[in-house]
């Protein structure tokens, strides 16, 4: 059982026992309520299963100002205001030069709640924009550009993790995205260990909807910025598949999370990579030499 079954029996689901700062303009609803305990729900369960947390260590949660981010930086809170989190929170937002980008807003919501935080600025604008052509999709050197900072701040300032607000729904759009377009089945872990295997990736919120995380931001009146300072994008594969997984719950309710639980629940031997199960060593059971 892992530190965060272990840690002190404080009621993490009573809306009447406090909360952290940040909850102050949620709402006193039953429906809010519940939203709320299902997150939570959802978010130790990830903790728990994939063992995330070891007591006394520090993470550095990257905030980008979008409903996830947010969302996942207040359920942390949450649980580390009830005993439940016995880790080192440190909020960071990486400034990486887009037009128009609004400075102020990250800062004065991290300071006005008493958040510890970093805010880092690196151009990487500049660096998408002079390497790829005009139109085309910045996403993906954008992030690769973003994580490899997030992994620099985060050995600067002593962490062992970075913990992204990646939820089920973007797990399913990269697993889907691998199935038609890679050639192969693989989705967004929940935990990894980077490259130079010196940081953990944590994705505490891989069960979580996108559908509650955006109506728990509504609640909570975020100051969201939107993620499309650098242009509109189009046409992306991933647009394609979220629509493909809405018309899917659409059509029949309930299947994301029943996708979401058989990406945790695989027959190797009912499956086609000879890496992964002997086929050549099966072998059948010798005959009855009196039959």
């Given at each position: 059982?892992t530190a ?9 689901d ?24 299902r ?24 905030l980008s100002?979008?409903?996830d ?50 805010i ?38 002593g ?41 953990e990736?944590l ?9 509650d995380?955006?109506r728990?931001s ?6 969201i910025?939107p ?7 189009d046409?992306?594969?991933?647009n ?48 009855d030499?009196?039959?």
């Amino acid at each position: 059982m892992t530190a965060v079954m272990d840690a002190p029996a404080t009621p993490a689901d009573d809306s009447d026992a406090g909360a952290h700062p940040i909850y102050a303009k949620a709402p006193r609803s039953v429906e809010f309520n519940k939203l709320r305990k299902r997150l939570i729900r959802n978010t130790r369960e990830a903790l728990e299963k994939f063992a995330m947390v070891r007591p006394g260590e520090k993470w550095l949660i990257a905030l980008s100002g979008g409903k996830d981010s947010y969302g996942m930086l207040a359920l942390l809170l949450d649980l580390k205001w009830r005993g439940l989190l016995p880790v080192e929170l440190l909020a960071c937002n990486l400034d990486q030069g887009q037009p128009n980008f609004p400075k102020h807003i990250l800062p004065q919501f991290l300071e006005e709640l008493g958040i510890e935080h970093r805010i880092e600025y690196q151009d990487t604008y500049s660096i998408v924009t002079d390497k790829l052509p005009q139109g085309a999709t910045y996403c993906s050197l954008c992030s690769r550009l973003r994580r490899g900072n997030l992994y620099r701040i985060a050995r600067e300032e002593g962490c062992t993790a970075l913990v992204l607000g990646h939820h089920r729904d973007d797990s399913l759009e990269t697993f889907f995205m691998n199935f038609f377009h890679g050639g192969k089945l693989a989705a967004m872990p929940a935990k990894l260990v980077n490259d130079e295997g010196d940081l953990e990736v944590l994705r505490p919120l891989i069960y979580c909807a996108e559908e509650d995380l955006q109506r728990f931001s509504d609640a909570m009146q975020f100051p969201i910025i939107p993620c499309d300072l650098c242009g509109s994008q189009d046409g992306l594969e991933r647009n394609a598949m979220k629509a493909m997984l809405t018309d899917i719950e659409k059509r029949m309710p309930g299947r994301k999370d029943v996708m979401i639980r058989a990406l945790g629940n695989i027959n190797p031997s009912h499956m086609l990579d000879p890496r992964l199960f002997d086929f050549a060593g099966l072998t059948l059971k010798p005959k009855d030499a009196d039959a």
